[in-house]
């Protein structure tokens, strides 16, 4: 719905994108470097096989592994105190596509993940940065500037070779907002990185890097 400063965008739409596109998600270049990715956030998070961790996404192909799958608005997760060491949620799987464009739902996501957690954990999110994504002059021309929401048209191919036609809004943020927002919810900011697909890493932030890695905790 409008509010006074731009529009917000209904998230809903992901479920049936989602639907559609079946097994052929795992076919994007984003989908493709989980095992570096896992293997940097075990390691910086000092995760073990009994570690409890809540991820706020996209839900995964069953490949045997212990885990409750729940399919529910991130806004309205009710989780407390289950995750005792972590919880992550990368590449834009709820925030950033959630409500795009609305700070209370943002919000309200992060509320959840703070509750979910124990004293002590923590919080690993990833965002699409705003200096990166406005410097392709595409992007800068479909970025609403009062919600830092970008908006494009794409075509989503299901197994069968389908195609249909969709509207992909998504908010960006800077390194500043993301640290005010998650300070708002009581974390504690530890460290933003520069977040590259495929090869996470302990990067310092610039510029270049399309997102934001931040690192938080709750006290």
């Known amino acids: 719905m409008p509010n006074e400063f731009g529009e917000t965008y209904d998230g809903t739409i992901y479920r049936a994108v989602g639907n559609w596109l079946g097994e052929r998600y795992f076919e994007y270049g984003f989908a493709r470097g989980t095992a570096q990715e896992v293997g940097f956030l075990a390691e910086l998070l000092g ?114 070779g389908q195609e249909r036609q969709v509207a992909i809004y998504t908010t960006t943020f800077s390194f500043r907002e993301l640290k005010l927002l998650l300070e708002r919810s009581g974390f504690e900011v530890i460290a933003g990185y520069g977040c590259n697909v495929g090869n996470f890493a302990r990067k310092p932030l610039t510029v270049d890097d399309i997102e934001i890695m931040m690192v938080a905790r709750k006290p």
């Open 47 to 160: 995760l073990s096989a009994r570690s409890r961790v809540l991820d706020v996404g996209w839900a995964i192909a069953d490949e045997g592994l212990p885990g409750e799958f729940h399919v529910l608005d991130a806004r309205f997760m009710e989780f407390e105190s289950t995750a005792d060491q972590a919880a992550i949620c990368l590449c834009e799987g709820a925030f950033g596509l959630g409500l795009a464009g609305s700070d209370a739902a943002h919000q309200q996501i992060l509320d959840n993940v703070f509750r979910a957690l124990r004293s002590g954990g923590h919080f690993v999110l990833s965002a699409i940065q705003t200096s990166n994504a406005v410097r392709d002059p595409a992007v800068a021309e479909a970025l609403d500037a009062y919600t830092g929401t970008m908006w494009e048209d794409e075509v989503i191919v299901d197994l069968e």
